[in-house]
């Protein structure tokens, strides 16, 4: 008859090793391990969580249950609002970037054909074989007949009366400009949450239970956005002359390079006696 034992699934090797660390921990340690943890992140942190849980003896279970499980759960009420609005954040971000570098793209190759439009017609008033500039007419022609790529964004490049080509800056700003206002208001929202969060595990006294994962996201709100103010290393560029429309940058570059998560204004007040992590860990004792 097969040994029954044979049949129970065996953890997988790094979850072995995770096993026997979290065993060296004592009680606390271990407390701070769960709550670092972020199955939303990583999906094994379901199974370390689990791990760490069955580590406990029974009296330890009982204090987690009634010391730190509120203290879990009320953070963990509003967790998915942060990542969702950090989420966002960062999506935007991604739009205005990539927007901004579609337009460096366009407002160069806008240089290029109208310096290329240039010397050609220079060279053209200063031809005197005939062959010469019927090749340059031809030239000319070509130059101006460039096809302006069309996007199902913003499509920021234009054909110009004479034959040149420009940048619709004006355009640029009234697509992306709304875009930054939602950014602005995102950062401040995520400030207000997590200065609360904060705010919350320093007043139940356990400022050490300050999960990892938003501890990382405000770092990386901070890295970031830090506020770059105009910088005038385009303009000082030797070739801002011969690139005016590479080398100048709509409203919209000024306004997103200006984003700064610490001087973020916070968008709602939450902290204090309106602290909804507060409210949520007092509503589990009914008081």
Known sequence: MADPTTNKKRLPRELQTYKREVKQLDFKGKVIEYFMLSPYLRNIDSKKKEIIYNTFSRIEKEEFSRKYQPIYSAIDAYSDRIRAIYNNTILYTNYVHSELKKKDIFSYTADFLNNAISATEKALGNADNEQVKKHLEQMLKT????????????????????GSFGIKYEAIDKELLWVVERIKGFLGLLKSYLDALKEFVEWVGTPELFPREFAEMERDLKTRYFGVKKNSIKAKNPQAKDFPLFFHDPKTTEEFAALDYIDAPKTIDIKGEKNLFVIRYRSFFNY
């Open 143 to 162: 130059l101006r007949s460039y096809h302006i790529p069309k996007l199902l964004d913003i499509n920021s490049m234009m054909t110009k009366e004479g």
